[in-house]
């Protein structure tokens, strides 16, 4: 049973187009993330949601709009894409708690690909 | 990251340890993990330790924290083939987002 599935896997497509990743965990978790991967491997949190409320929206454009419908399910709605876009994008969730680790768990990633 | 630093690359040969460092810079991290990722794969969790320890084992791996010095390490005991990937350090914010290394490769030679 996949514990946090995004899809598509892959996406290629045009500049200037709008595009849409979602994401699902089925773990219960409270808290769920976006994050990219550009092509050095480095990776960056972009978005995260608890409880369907956003708590982090780091410099990111805002052509960028997430949208979480429920706790399980946070998207990624991306308008006029960009060449530099183009990169994995990892969705991921935790569970809250106080004085516990909050670790995370990722989905396989969604590799862009703006041509 | 920036913040976050780890080595690029690390080559062992098959049977020896590897030891992967990494230095963190929030003080107020409370938790500190190991993942690992494998080629067109997501990322795995391997590990994570306690801010308020110095080390943790884990079958192959051991983790040790020095908080003084911000340096974090790990260490997979009897390296296989199978432990080629890259290996991220990530440190946890008050906002449980995860800030992450910039990664090492790990290369095993048969």
């Known amino acids: 049973d996949t514990a946090v599935s995004q899809t598509p896997k892959y996406l290629v497509t045009q500049m200037g187009n709008d595009k849409s990743i979602k994401c699902e965990q089925n773990l219960g978790h409270d808290t769920m993330y976006w994050y990219k991967q550009d092509s050095k491997k480095f990776l960056k949190i972009m978005f995260s949601y608890n409880n369907k409320e956003l708590i982090i929206n780091e410099t990111v454009p805002n052509r960028f709009s997430p949208k979480s419908p429920d706790k399980a399910h946070l998207n990624l709605h991306i308008n006029s894409l960009e060449l530099g876009d183009s990169a994995v994008y990892f969705c991921a969730s935790s569970q809250g708690g106080t004085g516990v680790s909050h670790e995370q768990f990722f989905g396989p990633g969604t590799r862009l690909t703006v041509l | 990251g920036e913040d976050v630093e780890q080595s690029l690359f690390l080559s062992v040969r098959e049977g020896d340890s590897s030891v992967i460092n990494c230095t963190y810079t929030?003080?107020?991290?409370?938790?500190l993990y190991w993942y690992k990722q494998e080629p067109g794969a997501g990322l795995q969790l391997l590990t994570y330790i306690f801010s308020n320890m110095d080390m943790k084992q884990d079958q192959r791996l051991t983790v040790l924290l020095n908080k003084k010095d911000k340096h974090l390490s790990l260490r997979i005991a009897d390296t296989q083939t199978g432990d080629s990937a890259i290996y991220f350090c990530?440190?946890?914010?008050?906002?449980?987002?995860?800030?992450f290394g910039s990664g090492t490769r790990l290369q095993v030679q048969p």
């Open positions: 929030d003080s107020s991290s409370t938790y």
């Open positions: 990530a440190e946890e914010t008050g906002r449980r987002a995860l800030t």
